[in-house]
């Protein structure tokens, strides 16, 4: 393509474009402020720039033993108040509940109420297959007219379970005389079953 | 140390004390008291039940049991076989399908002296409903006094007339206070199962 073939049209745009672009005298003082009153990006602070910061952890030896055994220690704190708490809370259910048989709880598990009458002992606790047999783990409390009573969380099904009477003989296993027994199963003590969520609190 | 290292061990001590609270709840092992050929014969009973598909939870309980009775190692062992071993029979007479209750509660019935004709008999009249409360009551009869015999056809017979679960529940307390009255046993318990209306179940009228 050659000069003397270009459209003059084209070769007006041409000169256009080359024209040099003239500015006001106070452009550049405009545009500097413009740039001045536009906000920074937010920086991140010290504290979090330490916290995210990449950076090298030497530790000794005995420096590691000492986080080792403070982390362990803090698990088994933590296990030790689980654990005792697990274990004393089929005991420590309202009064308020025990008042009812048989209270759907949540969809397993179903609120039981023992009770054996026996003014002359002087402690009773309840053990059963939902407790491991358990001597020490569901005491029953007693009521001002001689019943001993416990309340307890039971998944539905057949449990057997047993007293521990503390009298004057000492400490005697008995079965439940309100409720099913269980045959002897060659321990020579009897022992009682209940049927919970089985239409019946027996 | 550099500092993949340091990553390393403060992630398996983390794991560690995590995993800590729950290993600690599950307690100490309740065998541990029992000497170690008893606790070995419970273990392999435990594994056994496991391995057959019978719920292991009874065995364990037993063995829990006798632990907390004070009772020597292997009498624990022996008694825990036994209900292996009744269990095992309540399964091959209830079928696959008894669930933990039956099989528990068939397993008590058998131990109590009932014969597993009774058992399959409750089956078979079930209409397909749990048995575990016939066989509860069942059991509770014969530790009463009842003859075996009278007390399995008097539960047959009502189970099969439509009793419910409520009427069988009844029965051990009054049949209880028959006896303490005097009744022997066995008229007790037929005494009282005359008491309980029967629902047979309507006749098919043919077409």
């Known amino acids: 393509m050659t000069e003397s073939n270009q459209d003059p049209y084209v070769e007006w745009i041409a000169a256009e474009a080359r024209r040099p672009v003239q500015l006001a005298a106070d452009a550049r003082v405009r545009i500097m402020d413009a740039v001045r009153a536009t906000p ?74 023992f009770e054996l009458r026996d003014p ?13 047999w358990s001597a020490s783990a569901t005491p029953m409390e007693r009521t001002a007219d001689g019943k001993w009573t416990v309340t307890v969380h039971l998944p539905p099904g057949r449990h057997v379970y047993a007293f521990i009477v503390d009298g004057a003989k000492g400490s005697t296993w008995m079965p439940d005389p309100a409720a099913l027994r269980a045959p002897d199963d060659g321990y020579g003590a009897p022992n009682s079953v209940v049927l919970v969520g089985q239409g019946s609190a027996t | 140390m550099n500092r993949r290292n340091v990553r390393c061990a403060l992630s398996a001590l983390l794991a560690v004390a995590m ?17 170690t050929a008893s606790r070995r014969m419970v273990q392999s009973l435990i594994d056994s039940a496991r ?15 006798g632990v907390s ?17 009744s269990l095992r029979q309540a399964r091959a007479t209830l079928g696959s399908g008894a669930n933990r209750d039956e099989l528990t509660a068939g397993a008590a019935a058998l131990q109590a002296g009932i014969p597993a004709a ?15 409360v016939p066989l509860v009551v069942l059991a509770d009869l014969v530790t009463r006094g009842v003859p075996r015999d009278t007390a399995s056809r008097a539960i047959l ?14 029965l051990p307390r009054a049949v209880e206070q028959d006896i303490v009255s005097g009744a022997a046993p066995g008229d007790a318990l037929l005494n009282r199962a005359r008491t309980i209306p029967i629902r047979l179940p309507p006749a098919k009228v043919p077409e």
Do not use: M
Request: net charge positive; glycine share 10%; proline share 7%.
């Open chain 1, 40 to 113: 920074l990006p937010a920086r991140p602070r010290r504290g979090s720039r330490w916290l995210t910061a990449p950076r090298t952890l030497a530790l000794s030896p005995l420096a590691s033993a000492v986080l080792a055994a403070g982390l362990v220690g803090i698990g088994v704190l933590v296990g030790i108040s689980t654990t005792s708490r697990d274990g004393r809370q089929q005991a420590e259910q309202p009064t308020a509940v025990a008042a009812n048989a048989q209270l759907p709880v949540h969809d397993s598990l179903q609120v039981h109420r």
């Open chain 1, 120 to 132: 002359l002992a002087s402690n009773v606790s309840l053990v059963g297959d939902f407790n491991e």
């Open chain 2, 19 to 35: 995993a800590a609270p729950s290993l600690l709840a599950q307690g100490p092992d309740p065998l541990a008291k029992l000497d």
């Open chain 2, 51 to 65: 391995a057959e598909g019978l719920p292991t939870q009874p065995v364990i309980s037993k063995a829990q049991e």
């Open chain 2, 69 to 85: 009775k004070h009772v020597s190692g292997p009498v624990i062992a022996r008694v825990v076989r036994t209900v292996f071993l």
């Open chain 2, 118 to 132: 009774a058992l399959i008999d409750l089956r078979h009249a079930g209409r397909g409903k749990s048995i575990t």
């Open chain 2, 157 to 170: 017979q009502l189970w099969q007339g439509g009793a419910g679960d409520a009427d069988l529940l009844g």
